[in-house]
């Protein structure tokens, strides 16, 4: 890859909402009466962070990465997939200049988690808590976020030269 001195990268995902708690968001478990769906922890941000890095670095996406169809991702906690990403960055000669995250849910309001979950991201990325922007929006009672049948994240990322 060109060592550009600046590199930019975006992500997003979608989990459905099932019956059942807690809700794992940004690598935090949150009580609710739902939970996310997939094949790992679901963690709808987390997967979105991962992909925003990937991107910036052109290096495929977490898909790509971590196989749906591979058991030994069944459950997996999703904190590996942003541990690979960051390992990646690192190995390409970059760190992260910093995120800025939107979490799309109806409920449960997550103003009262931002700060444990900005911390917990900071730690994941090893980067002062400055450097991550979470904001929540919901979906307004319509589509799938507002009929509360889905979460989304969108997260884009930018990465710096490290020397
Ligand atoms: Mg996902």
């Given at each position: 890859m060109n060592q550009d001195t600046l590199r930019i990268g975006i992500g997003h995902d979608t989990h459905r909402l099932k019956p059942g708690g807690p809700l794992r968001i940004g690598g935090i478990d949150i009580e609710h009466?739902?939970?996310?769906?997939?094949?790992?922890?679901?963690?709808?941000?987390?997967?979105?962070?991962?992909?925003?890095?990937?991107g910036a670095l052109?290096?495929?996406?977490?898909?790509?990465?971590?196989?749906?169809?591979?058991?030994?991702?069944?459950?997996r906690d999703s904190a590996d997939f942003v541990d690979e990403a960051r390992r990646q960055m690192t190995a390409a000669g970059y760190q992260l200049g910093n995120v800025d995250c939107i979490v799309f849910a109806q409920?449960?309001?997550?103003?009262?988690?931002?700060?444990?979950?900005?911390?917990?991201?900071?730690?994941?990325?090893?980067?002062?808590?400055?450097?991550?922007?979470?904001k929540a929006k919901t979906g307004e009672l319509v589509g799938p976020v507002g009929r509360r049948e889905a979460i989304e994240a969108q997260v884009i990322a930018l990465l710096e030269t490290t020397d």
């Open positions: 009466s739902h939970s996310l769906d997939g094949h790992s922890d679901a963690d709808v941000l987390l997967h979105a962070l991962t992909d925003a890095l990937l052109a290096l495929g996406d977490i898909g790509t990465l971590f196989p749906d169809n591979d058991p030994a991702n069944r459950d409920q449960p309001k997550l103003a009262p988690h931002r700060e444990a979950i900005r911390a917990r991201l900071a730690e994941l990325l090893n980067v002062k808590t400055e450097a991550i922007s979470l």
